[in-house]
C-alpha cells in the first residue's frame, strides 16, 4: 500500500506570496493532519480534517487554511507568507479521527519563505 | 514553559549501547504517549504506544512512562548505526488536539 505523498517537496517563495501544499494520505484513510516542525518548536499541530470537515485546529493564525477533498486528499494554504513561516509541513493520516488511531507521516514539504 | 520537554541532543553512544530518551511534561491529563523516529529527509514514523503509565516493550525498545513523575523514557538496547535518527515524543490528553510533540533528540550510534 502506497504511504503518504506530499507535493511539492521543496518550495521557495518570497514574502507576502501565499503558497498551497497538497497531500495525499494512504487509501482508505479518512482523517488528514497537518503539522509545521521547525528546529526550535518542534512539531506543532495545524489542524486536522476528516471527512472534508475540519475537527480540530492549533494555535495558528488564519492565514494558515485547510481542505480536505471527497477522497480525503487535502490541501493547506498559506497566505501573505512571513519569514517565520520557513519550515518543514508535514501530513499525517489515519483511518479515522481519534487519539488512539496510528498517524501515518508523509515526507514533508520544506517551505523556505526569502 | 513547553507543554513537553525534551533534550535536543545531538547524543553520541558507540555501537551496541543502552540508550535512555527522556521526555518530562506539565500536563496531568495526558494519557496517551508516543515514540517517533525521524530520519534526516523524512516523516517521523511511529516505533511505541502507550496507554497510561507502565512499561512496554517490542525488540530491542522499551517504552517506559511514570505519570506521576509526568516522565517518559524510550530505551534502546543494543543500539546500531540505522538507529541514528531524531527521536520525537508524542502525547495527547485524548481530547482536542491530536498531539503534542517534543522537540526531538539527535541521536548518533557510532559504529
Known amino acids: 500500500k502506497a504511504g503518504v505523498t506530499q507535493t511539492p517537496r521543496y518550495l521557495i517563495k518570497t514574502r507576502g506570496q501565499q503558497v498551497t501544499l497538497s497531500c495525499s494520505p494512504i487509501?482508505?484513510?479518512?482523517?488528514v493532519s497537518w503539522y509545521q516542525q521547525t528546529p526550535g518548536q518542534g512539531l506543532q499541530f495545524l489542524f486536522e480534517?476528516?471527512?472534508?470537515?475540519?475537527?480540530n485546529k492549533g494555535n495558528f493564525p488564519g492565514r494558515f487554511s485547510g481542505r480536505q477533498f471527497s477522497n480525503s486528499r487535502s490541501e493547506m494554504n498559506v497566505s501573505t507568507l512571513e519569514l517565520g513561516d520557513s519550515a518543514l509541513y508535514l501530513c499525517?493520516?489515519?483511518?479515522?479521527?481519534?487519539?488512539?488511531?496510528?498517524?501515518?507521516f508523509g515526507p514533508g514539504t520544506r517551505l523556505t519563505v526569502l | 514553559q513547553k507543554e513537553v520537554e525534551q533534550d535536543p541532543g545531538p547524543l553520541s553512544v558507540p555501537e551496541g549501547a543502552i540508550v535512555s530518551l527522556n521526555c518530562t511534561y506539565s500536563?496531568?491529563?495526558?494519557?496517551?504517549f508516543m515514540w517517533y523516529r525521524q530520519y534526516s529527509r523524512k516523516g517521523p514514523e511511529l516505533l511505541m504506544y502507550?496507554?497510561?503509565?507502565g512499561n512496554k516493550e517490542d525488540g530491542r525498545f522499551t517504552a517506559q512512562v511514570d505519570k506521576s513523575s509526568k516522565y517518559i523514557s524510550l530505551f534502546i538496547r543494543d543500539s546500531q548505526p540505522s538507529d541514528s535518527a531524531t527521536y520525537l515524543c508524542?502525547?495527547?490528553?485524548?481530547?482536542?488536539?491530536?498531539?503534542?510533540f517534543g522537540t526531538g533528540t539527535r541521536l548518533k550510534v557510532l559504529a
Open positions: 508524542a502525547m495527547s490528553d485524548g481530547g482536542t488536539y491530536k498531539y503534542i
Open positions: 487509501s482508505g484513510h479518512r482523517s
Open positions: 499525517a493520516s489515519s483511518l479515522e479521527s481519534g487519539y488512539t488511531d496510528t498517524q501515518y
Open positions: 502507550t496507554y497510561s503509565s
Open positions: 500536563n496531568s491529563a495526558f494519557q496517551y
Open positions: 480534517y476528516f471527512s472534508e470537515t475540519q475537527r
